[in-house]
């Protein structure tokens, strides 16, 4: 760059260092470019929204992905295998599944404890050369020009700004940053709270992940390490709020009636936590020099298991984008080129689509207990169970498999 002009400071900066922010970051790294990564909440602090107790159900792409940023086998020491998983409604009899040895994979899918996915993520993260970690650092204006995108960030030693070629929005469902750059979205609350816990039951899962829609919500156990199980109750905000004041003893006793008596008797349940539901959408994935990806882009209702798996697929496509990129420009590339931006948006805009309808599409056929909806719901779980070409169509899009994949959730290394 000639004489006076300045310099632009970064290739690529990332708001957010949440679980896809981070993801990025790891990801980008064979491409060795100018990095920062900018996250408003320490790191070890209890108020860290994405690194939290909850567990995360990885579906196959995301081990792939895994697996091709030489992340794998850590994380994998780290979690337990879905080998099997069981879908059942209260008060109907039978039941749906999906089984590892007929889908022909070694696992459906892993759980990882979040905080503990974490500690993998950051770590690694901090390794990559030539990229910075700003961190406690919160952005709080963003400005837009044909030649760079300019951040300030509000740090405990003041105010800075910097100027990046491309800016990528990972910073959640209620991304500041999105609005900064001029991106609507549409947000509609589910009325529902997500509760969350670990307890122990009398079976072991055995590797088993069951789903049990209920009049009342559904609730999901996910099985872990020490034979535990980790679940996700759905309810209404008001009885969420009844079902978080109850002692141990009645919390174990209400879930226990939820769920049934598949995995025997539960005990020794741990914290509880809340949250509050919603379905949104950015109304569009790029501005100028801008993109937003993961939550910021999409937030699911959790009932699939697939917020962050489609999350990390937008993080696989970006990557694929910026790489092709600078294969193709001998290594000088600019990121935020608008072909580079065009062409990630015509990638991700399908697979958006299709989960979003595909998990609100379940929230609502299993969230009405009309009688014309119930039979069309015993219908679907009857067909899902004996036509086992429709399990294998849902086992691809639940593992992630499905549409066109970039080389990262194949499993082929970006570089
Ligand atoms: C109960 C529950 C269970 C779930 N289970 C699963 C599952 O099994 N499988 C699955 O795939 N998904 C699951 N999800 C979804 C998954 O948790 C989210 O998709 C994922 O956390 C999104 O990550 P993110 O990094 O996009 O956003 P976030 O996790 O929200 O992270 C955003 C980050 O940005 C930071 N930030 C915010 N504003 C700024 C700013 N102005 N400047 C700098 N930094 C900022 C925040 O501090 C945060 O660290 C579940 C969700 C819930 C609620």
């Given at each position: 760059?000639?004489?006076?002009r300045k ?5 690529i900066v990332?708001?957010?260092g949440?679980?896809?922010g ?5 990801a ?11 996250e ?9 929204p994405s690194f939290?107790d909850?567990s995360?159900a ?14 794998w086998p850590?994380?994998r020491?780290?979690s337990?295998p879905i080998?099997?998983?069981?879908v059942?409604d ?9 089984d590892a ?6 696992a459906l899918g892993y759980?990882?404890?979040?905080r503990?996915?974490?500690?993998v993520?950051q770590?690694?993260l901090?390794?990559v050369?030539g990229?910075d970690l700003i961190c406690?650092?919160k952005?709080?204006a963003?400005?837009?020009s044909?030649?760079?995108a300019e951040?300030t960030?509000q ?14 929005a ?7 940053v ?5 991106i609507s979205?549409?947000q509609?609350s589910?009325e529902q709270w997500a509760?969350?816990?670990n307890l ?5 899962p ?5 789903e049990?829609f209920?009049e009342s919500g559904p609730?999901?156990?996910?099985p872990?390490?020490?034979?535990r199980?980790a679940f996700?109750?759905?309810q209404s905000?008001?009885s ?7 002692s141990d003893d009645?919390f ?7 769920f049934?008596?598949?995995?025997g008797?539960f005990s ?8 509050p ?10 501005s100028?020099?801008s993109?937003?990806?993961g939550?910021a882009?999409h937030?699911?209702?959790?009932v699939?298991a697939?917020?962050f ?6 993080v ?12 193709a420009s001998d290594g000088?590339?600019d990121c935020g080129d608008?072909?580079i931006?065009e ?8 697979d ?5 309808r ?6 609502h056929?299993f969230g009405d207990?009309?009688g014309p909806?119930k039979?069309l719901r015993?219908?679907?779980m009857?067909?899902?169970d ?8 849902f086992?691809?899009?639940?593992m992630g498999?499905?549409g066109?994949?970039?080389r990262?959730s194949?499993?082929?290394p970006?570089?």
């Amino acid at each position: 760059m000639s004489g006076n002009r300045k310099e632009i400071d970064y290739d690529i900066v990332i708001a957010g260092g949440g679980m896809i922010g981070t993801s990025l970051g790891i990801a980008l790294a064979p491409l060795n470019l100018k990095i920062a990564v900018v996250e408003a909440v320490a790191r070890g602090s209890d108020q860290q929204p994405s690194f939290d107790d909850r567990s995360t159900a990885l579906s196959r792409s995301s081990q792939r992905m895994f697996e091709a940023m030489g992340l794998w086998p850590e994380i994998r020491a780290a979690s337990t295998p879905i080998k099997n998983i069981h879908v059942s409604d209260k008060g109907r009899f039978g039941f749906s599944h999906i089984d590892a040895a007929e889908q022909k994979v070694e696992a459906l899918g892993y759980v990882v404890i979040n905080r503990v996915l974490g500690n993998v993520l950051q770590k690694s993260l901090l390794a990559v050369d030539g990229l910075d970690l700003i961190c406690p650092g919160k952005i709080t204006a963003v400005t837009l020009s044909d030649s760079q995108a300019e951040v300030t960030i509000q740090e405990a030693s003041g105010s800075r700004n910097l100027s990046c070629k491309l800016l990528v929005a990972a910073d959640g469902a209620n991304s500041a940053v999105r609005d900064m750059i001029g991106i609507s979205a549409k947000q509609l609350s589910y009325e529902q709270w997500a509760i969350i816990g670990n307890l122990l039951p009398e079976k072991a899962p055995d590797n088993r992940a069951f789903e049990r829609f209920t009049e009342s919500g559904p609730v999901a156990m996910l099985p872990v390490a020490d034979n535990r199980a980790a679940f996700v109750w759905i309810q209404s905000p008001e009885s969420a709020k009844e079902v978080l004041s109850l002692s141990d003893d009645e919390f174990t006793a209400r879930i226990q009636d939820a769920f049934g008596q598949r995995l025997g008797h539960f005990s020794r349940v741990g914290k509880r936590a809340a949250y509050p539901l919603s379905l949104s959408k950015a109304n569009s994935l790029i501005s100028r020099r801008s993109v937003v990806i993961g939550n910021a882009a999409h937030g699911l209702h959790p009932v699939a298991a697939q917020g962050f798996n489609l999350g990390l697929r937008d993080v696989a496509a970006l990557c694929d984008c910026i790489a092709d990129a600078c294969t193709a420009s001998d290594g000088t590339v600019d990121c935020g080129d608008a072909t580079i931006l065009e062409n990630y948006v015509e990638w991700r805009g399908p697979d958006h689509r299709n989960l979003l309808r595909f998990t609100d599409g379940i929230v609502h056929l299993f969230g009405d207990s009309r009688g014309p909806v119930k039979l069309l719901r015993n219908i679907g779980m009857l067909g899902f169970d004996l036509v086992p070409g429709v399990r294998k169509m849902f086992a691809r899009h639940t593992m992630g498999l499905a549409g066109k994949l970039p080389r990262l959730s194949r499993g082929v290394p970006l570089k």
